[in-house]
């Protein structure tokens, strides 16, 4: 399977962005799919998931209220809305995919077999 991430970018605080993973090897319907962020010297961190049949989809604490995660099944992609935007939210943000996670809450970071590379948001003050 890979995943090719877009849509990161440069923009102002209270901006939007969208950014989009399409998986391609494999029918993006048989994975679960999420998004991690990364910052400059702290760890990758859950943003997003979304299950299989796309009726589960939890989010961090820190984004509720102001990312949403969805998927088009004919496009085998998963897209990242994000609203809001934080000058915290500035990260390396990475979709992350896997046919075998089971479970509700899909944050395990190891649980994850497959990796995009990272597409970058920067959101200035």
């Known amino acids: 399977v890979q995943l090719q991430a877009s849509g990161g970018g440069l923009v102002q605080a209270g901006g939007s962005l969208r950014l989009s993973c399409t998986a391609s090897g494999r029918t993006a319907g048989d994975l679960v799919m999420g998004w991690f962020r990364q910052a400059p010297g702290k760890e990758r961190e859950f943003v997003a998931a979304?299950?299989?049949?796309?009726?589960?989809?939890p989010l961090a604490d820190s984004v509720k209220g102001r990312f949403t995660i969805s998927r088009d099944y004919t496009k085998n992609t998963v897209f990242l809305q994000m609203t809001g935007l934080r000058p915290e939210d500035t990260a390396a943000y990475y979709c992350?995919?896997?046919?075998?996670?089971?479970?509700?809450?899909?944050?395990?970071?190891?649980?994850?077999?497959?990796w995009g590379r990272g597409t970058l948001v920067t959101v200035s003050s």
């Open positions: 992350a995919a896997d046919p075998y996670y089971s479970g509700s809450n899909y944050i395990d970071v190891n649980r994850y077999s497959f």
């Open positions: 979304i299950s299989r049949s796309g009726l589960s989809t």
